[in-house]
């Protein structure tokens, strides 16, 4: 069982940029697909970006590709996002979550491990 705690956000101006990290314990990172999801006040979870355990292939939702970067770092056990370019609309609480299978996943049913969740805001 592998245990996700995410960091890295915060308060930042439309155009800025901040990287989160996803720090697992329990199991490496490596033997799990992982995803970054987010859920703005009266939205549902949405999936945002994803990598594969396997190859490292990765995903974006439409609304972030070209801004964001997903990438791992296997030596310290965790997942990042890099973030640019941000909008008042990524405003959200930021999840990572972790799942056994080869391939990442763009439903939330599909994970079995989530972290708690980085608040993200971008002022306007």
């Known amino acids: 069982q592998v245990q996700l705690v995410e960091s890295g956000g915060g308060l930042v101006q439309a155009g800025g940029s901040l990287r989160l990290s996803c720090a697992a314990s329990g199991r490496t990172v490596s033997t799990y697909s992982v995803g970054w999801f987010r859920q703005a006040p009266g939205k549902e979870r949405e999936f945002v970006a994803g990598i594969s355990k396997s190859r490292g292939t990765t995903n974006y939702a439409d609304s972030v590709k070209g801004r964001f970067a997903i990438s791992r770092d296997n030596a310290k056990n965790t997942v990042s996002l890099q973030m640019n370019s941000l909008k008042p609309e990524d405003t959200a609480i930021y999840y990572c979550?972790?799942?056994?299978?080869?391939?990442?996943?763009?439903?939330?049913?599909?994970?079995?491990?989530w972290g708690q969740g980085t608040q993200v805001t971008v002022s306007s």
């Open positions: 979550a972790a799942r056994p299978g080869n391939y990442y996943s763009l439903t939330t049913a599909e994970y079995n491990y």
